[in-house]
């Protein structure tokens, strides 16, 4: 599957970002989404995920209350909704596939991945 990311862009801080992250198939229930994050100089990081078929969703605690993840299932497409973001948010952030469980937080356990977006957060 190939999973296309948009989105992304300057905002200051406090602002808000919505990315949206398209796949080329559809995705079964037993499909699990996610979104990481690469800060600069940093290694990439879990951020949100969720499961395709019941939409059940993990977050990081770093983004937690600020940062929501959501699906449409007419447009085989999952988002990432950015409120209240700060400086330390800025980073690369890729969408990313798998099929199984999206309780799984490290890289290695995607195996489709979008191309990326930077998303740049001015203070």
């Known amino acids: 599957v190939q999973l296309q990311a948009s989105g992304g862009g300057l905002v200051q801080a406090g602002g808000s970002l919505r990315l949206s992250c398209t796949a080329s198939?559809?995705?079964?229930?037993?499909?699990?989404m996610a979104w990481f994050r690469q800060p600069p100089g940093k290694e990439r990081e879990f951020v949100s995920s969720?499961?395709?078929?019941?939409?059940?969703?993990k977050t990081a605690d770093s983004v937690k209350g600020r940062f929501i993840i959501s699906r449409d299932r007419v447009q085989n497409s999952v988002y990432l909704r950015m409120n209240s973001l700060k400086p330390e948010d800025t980073a690369v952030y890729f969408c990313a596939a798998r099929s199984g469980s999206p309780y799984v937080y490290h890289k290695s356990d995607y195996a489709y991945w979008g191309q990326g977006t930077q998303v740049t957060v001015s203070s």
């Open positions: 198939r559809r995705f079964f229930s037993s499909d699990a």
């Open positions: 969720l499961s395709w078929g019941d939409s059940r969703t």
